[in-house]
């Protein structure tokens, strides 16, 4: 059964840190890339990060690079979001999701639409 269960989510004061964490059925951890996104009220989904597990080749959206990173312990089937550096303007709801579209080698989508499964999000608040 695909699952994927996210945990991690909070209140913080800009400037603060959240890591996220993304437990994952080892049929979805499987899948070609694996990633964060996050949703904004009013607004669309968007990437923050994703990875490609066959490589471990990762991609940022460019609001976060730098401040994220994107990491998994497979052992776990565990996905990670550590978020730096936090700002008022990275709260959302994040979600982690898996998939097998636009991802290969020296490539990992952070596409919305190219992405399969998904977990029922973690709320991310950061106060000014």
């Known amino acids: 059964q695909v699952q994927l269960v996210e945990s991690g989510g909070g209140t913080v004061q800009a400037g603060g840190s959240l890591r996220l964490s993304c437990a994952a059925s080892?049929?979805?951890?499987?899948?070609?890339?694996v990633g964060w996104f996050r949703q904004a009220p009013g607004k669309e989904r968007e990437g923050v990060a994703s990875?490609?597990?066959?490589?471990?080749?990762?991609t940022y959206t460019d609001s976060v690079r730098g401040r994220f990173t994107i990491s998994r312990d497979i052992a776990k089937n565990t996905l990670y979001l550590q978020m730096n550096s936090l700002q008022p303007e990275d709260t959302a709801t994040y979600y982690c999701?898996?998939?097998?579209?636009?991802?290969?080698?020296?490539?990992?989508?952070?596409?919305?639409?190219?992405?399969?499964?998904w977990g029922n999000g973690t709320r991310v608040t950061v106060s000014s």
């Open positions: 999701a898996a998939g097998n579209e636009n991802c290969y080698s020296g490539y990992a989508s952070t596409n919305p639409a190219d992405f399969r499964y």
């Open positions: 080892e049929d979805t951890y499987r899948a070609n890339c």
């Open positions: 990875v490609y597990t066959a490589t471990g080749y990762t």
